[in-house]
């Protein structure tokens, strides 16, 4: 569609807004579609009262009640399901024989959000720590020994296999370079199940349920492989943020995974802004057509008010998104960002599983109105 203006308007998005007002961006596409700028008087988010299911939600996973090992849902629809899960460290004097899990559902996306260990694939073992993506693609049976307690925010893709984000004219090693993966080693899984004596014969599957498959052998019995359907690992320390030093780039630089339906972005520690006349925090935003989730993983949310690590927050579409009056006012007293953050984007709305609406923050909303 041809673009047209009405009024003075600025040239270049999130940057040279006239003083005292806001822009405002209409989106479709989650970023990559047809786009306006909108200047107004007042924040989009200046609401004085929401009444309706429609508004921001912050729920806080630090008090939650978990059952180890066990996947806890926490938001959901047909496309993607979040999870939550901890466990402790595995005690591999006693656990000589430890079931292998099949997810015949979807693909499993695993962010170690604290902790770290090992995980036993028909591929090879992987390793992983604080801040790895632990990618198993559906169907692929698995084991994880934990090295200490640990907890997981589980990203599962029900509609299609996580594949690399178009890096268009960025490039292809863009964000990251595909070397930074860290792939299966058949020798390394060897060496460790016979210095640890272990094995598996036991596979639980997802699918309509559970079902368990016993086996006389271990499950682990891969002689060789070759293909470019695998388990693999990306460590945040791998992640390269695209960014300028003049204007605000939309998230959407940061996607990480792509799936049907979703996308998974990351969020890290980058230079902020250096033009005088750049908006220095995320811009005021109507994301049309996505849901936002952010897992809040470690550092100082720049642009939210009085949240911590753990937390998660649920912006819905059809509603303004953007930064907290006080983050706004803040901006450019500081030079870089030191956040990590996941965030989930999905084009249909998410439901919230009734164990994760005990954990919302129910005044979250609120904390945009001015006091």
Not at 215 to 243: A, E, R
Request: glycine residues 6%.
């Amino acid at each position: 569609m041809h673009q047209y203006s009405q009024g003075k308007n600025h040239t270049q998005g999130h940057k040279g807004i006239p003083e005292g007002k806001f822009e405002e961006e209409h989106g479709r596409r989650g970023f990559f579609g047809p786009v306006s700028h909108l200047i107004k008087n007042v924040a989009p988010t200046s609401w004085t009262n929401i009444e309706g299911p429609l508004k921001p939600q912050l729920f806080d996973l630090v008090p939650a009640k978990y059952k180890l090992n066990q996947w806890h849902r926490l938001l959901y629809n047909s496309d993607v399901v979040i999870y939550s899960m901890w466990n402790d460290k595995t005690d591999l004097s006693t656990s000589k024989d430890i079931p292998a899990l099949r997810n015949a559902e979807g693909d499993t996306l695993y962010y170690c959000h604290q902790g770290s260990g090992v995980v036993l694939t028909e591929y090879g073992l992987l390793s992983f720590k604080v801040g790895s993506y632990v990618t198993i693609p559906k169907s692929l049976h698995h084991t994880v020994v934990y090295f200490e307690k640990t907890q997981f925010l589980i990203i599962e893709s029900r509609s299609s296999a996580y594949r690399e984000p178009d890096r268009g004219m960025a490039g292809r090693n863009a964000f990251y370079d595909p070397a930074a993966f860290g792939k299966p080693n058949l020798d390394a899984q060897n060496e460790f199940k016979k210095k640890n004596n272990l094995t598996s014969k036991e596979i639980v599957v997802l699918r309509n349920g559970v079902t368990k498959f016993s086996y006389n052998q271990c499950v682990y019995d891969t002689y060789s492989w070759k293909g470019d359907y695998f388990p693999f690992t990306l460590h945040i320390d791998d992640m390269m943020p695209i960014m300028s030093h003049r204007v605000h780039l939309p998230p959407s630089v940061h996607t990480t995974f792509v799936a049907n339906g979703f996308v998974v972005c990351t969020f890290l520690p980058r230079l902020i802004e250096t033009d005088a006349d750049a908006l220095k925090v995320p811009f005021f935003h109507q994301n049309i057509d996505y849901d936002e989730v952010l897992f809040y993983h470690a550092g100082n949310f720049f642009s939210r008010d009085n949240l911590h690590s753990n937390m998660i927050s649920l912006h819905p579409a059809g509603m303004p998104h953007g930064p907290h009056p006080k983050a706004f006012a803040a901006q450019g007293k500081k030079a870089m960002t030191d956040e990590v953050a996941v965030m989930i984007d999905s084009t249909q709305a998410f439901n919230v599983d009734p164990y994760f609406e005990n954990l919302e923050v129910k005044s979250y909303w609120q904390s945009w109105m001015l006091k």
